[in-house]
């Protein structure tokens, strides 16, 4: 049952803070309180959906009490903050089903000669850098990406001049046979799109610039009237847009970006996920309203927790709604390399897996055409999932938070009476790595503790900020290779956990390893041959009938590893975790979970870091999850290593490295993206806990650096602009100095600290 307010006010309820606009409460669900934990809202609450049948009223308010049109979904029972009986509130839909991936129904939008939406491929694109005016090498640009295989690409349009060039490049390319639909990315210009709309195929808008000013990050009061006649605004300069996108047949991206929402929506919703779905609403209703409906949405972000967040709120409203627009995916600003693939994976992945999504573009600072690999093998990782339909049987979903991040902190190892070793530390609170070891890297023991990277002293390890937590044995070494043994031992004594499974442990015995069972082992009481102290690992798969599951209740766990064999292919590791999960939940089990995944030998180290991204980090946006432990022969130590950090810096639980975000670059780029980043990289990569933005225009770039702690932007041609947060405090600096400025800046803030020396 739900609740909507009828005081009509369209904004904003002050009484229970209720969202009237979408017909949603918000995740941040201040005026009710949640009377059940059981069901997961306990400081935070989902959300609920609202369908009318009669009226209530009360001392300040109506409320129109409906039923539930969600059939199936979970119900929460909320109590008023003020006074009055429980409220009980069905959880929002987002996605077509919970334990598999079943794709989004879509309409089909259509832009020029190719179709996106779910009766169709998951699109695919990326953005020109050169400068738009430069009509030969753009051209070239397009016509190499449209070879590496992409569906669309985006030119950056910021003025008259290169409105004109867009002719000329459209031309240029029809006469050199390459049809593959232009879209012009538009701030701040509306005469600009109305141009443009003549000759490429899609408009991409930003609702938080297209018809506002450049947002202040004021807090500013608005009353309705104001907020009123900023809306009749919208639709006065956006709506002749809509007519010529009409009257063209092309298509159109609101594409709402965290970080540059406008003052008005970010006074009212702050700068959050629902801040972006009322943005973007706002341009969808007057579509709407002028029958247009070729249009996709986008809510990108350079944070995949907040992107997911975002996406999920957009499709939830759009289910309430009964729209059924596409989605093109990002996670913006995402970086290079890895990590720029990594927090792609993971918030991209983590959609595609929930069965939304219809285009996507993997954004990173290098050249387009590399945008494009990354992006296929997401693409197949989502068509795999989805043809599939990779899942788990039926599951009742109760704990799990959708629009809000709400961490399951399993309980970390504590000391035992009795124990010989410190166990306290074979875990991190802020997520674990585990790596697999084998008996050859034991025959150098140095080596190894570098590999792990401990710091050496004399030859001793000790543990580091990014020093790997556990291990898992792949063989014991026999119990005369004394050397060996040591060399474990000195891991033991500095608390790193040592993981040997059953049958190795039984016959070669490593004094004080933590030992992984499987719930056969446990269920045949094959374990009980080890000494009562002994610390066991748990291997799950997470689809295991609920009876297998029960001994759980009955043992003393120190981790759950919990994997799937790779090969699975119509059982889905996100959806078989999210059922063990929930298992654990409803019994009070907070075994702490490693998600294990081993990939099979030869695997492309690109498809392993989308797959770990796109599966553990799945999972770990959501909160779930206390480490990773990926094995996979034949790959480097180092490479699996830095790619584990890497997803869980990626999901914001652990910082071992600075954090960057760094724009792709486009045609309005001021400096040389890729080499600047490389230089600034090289110099400051090591102060975890810091994030730096390299944007390369001021246009969006101090929109768009989101979260980052200092900034450096483009400013004019040669010249850069520093940030520290949203304010600038340093103009116009010669770019040769300005790696120097950045840096002092840094130390200004109390947030350097020396590189560590070599060792
Ligand atoms: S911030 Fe970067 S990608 Fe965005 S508009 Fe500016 S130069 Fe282009």
Sequence with gaps: MNFQCACQNYFRCSYFNLDMATGTFPASFSGLKSRDYQLGFAANVDIGKFSYTRRVISPRMKFVVIKNSNQGSDIAELQPASSGGPLLVPRQKYCDSLNKTVRRKTRTVMVGNVAIGSDHPLRIQTMTTTDTKDVAATVAQVMGIADSGADIVRITVQGKKEADACFEIKN????????????????????????????FEKIRVNPGNFA????????????????????????????????KCKQYGRAMRIGTNHGSLSDRIMSYYGDSPRG??????????VCRRLDYHNFVFSMKASNPVVMVQAYRLLVA?????????????????????????????IGIGTLLQDGLGDTIRVSLTEPPEEEIDPCRRLANLGKRAAEFQQGVTPFEEKHRHYFDFQRRSGQLPIQKEGDEVDYRGVLHRDGSVLMSVSLDQLKTPELLYKSLAAKLVVGMPFKDLATVDSILLTELPPVDDIDARLALKRLIDISMGVIARLSEQLTKPLPNAIVLVNLKELSTGAYKLLPEITRLAVSVRGDEPYEELEILKDIDVTMILHGLPYSEVKISRLHAARRLFEYLADHALNFPVIHHIQFPTGMH????????????????????????????????????????????????????????????????????????????????????????????????????????DFGYVGGAP???????????????????HATDALIQLIKDNGRWVDPPAEE
């Design 276 to 285: 972006m779905v009322e943005s973007a609403f706002e341009f969808a209703r």
């Design 605 to 708: 180290r690109d498809d392993l870091v989308i797959f770990a991204g796109a599966n553990a980090g799945a999972l770990l946006v959501d909160g779930l999850g206390d480490g990773i432990l990926l094995e996979a022969l034949g790959h480097d130590f180092d490479f699996l290593r830095n790619t584990s950090f890497n997803l869980l810096q990626g999901c914001r639980m652990r910082n071992t490295k600075t954090e960057y975000v760094s724009c792709p670059s486009c045609g309005r780029t001021l400096f040389d993206l890729q080499d600047i980043s490389a230089k600034i990289r090289e110099k400051t990569s090591h102060l975890p806990g810091v994030s730096i933005a390299i944007m390369g225009c001021i246009v969006n770039g101090p929109g768009e650096m989101a979260d980052a």
């Design 172 to 199: 240029s390319l029809v006469q050199k046979n390459y049809n593959i639909p232009l879209v012009a990315d538009i701030h701040f210009a509306p005469s600009v799109a109305l141009r443009v709309a003549e000759c």
């Design 212 to 243: 506002d000013r450049r947002a202040q990050f004021e807090k500013l009061e608005y009353t309705e009237e104001d907020y009123q006649k900023e809306l009749e605004h919208i639709e006065a300069v956006f709506a002749p847009l809509v007519e």
């Design 317 to 345: 409203e759009m289910y309430v709604q009964g729209w059924d627009y596409p989605l093109h995916l990002g996670v913006t600003e995402a970086g290079e390399g890895e990590d720029g693939r990594m927090k792609s994976a």
């Design 718 to 736: 040669g010249k850069i602009d520093l940030y520290v947060g949203k304010t600038v405090v340093k103009r116009g600096i010669a770019m040769e």
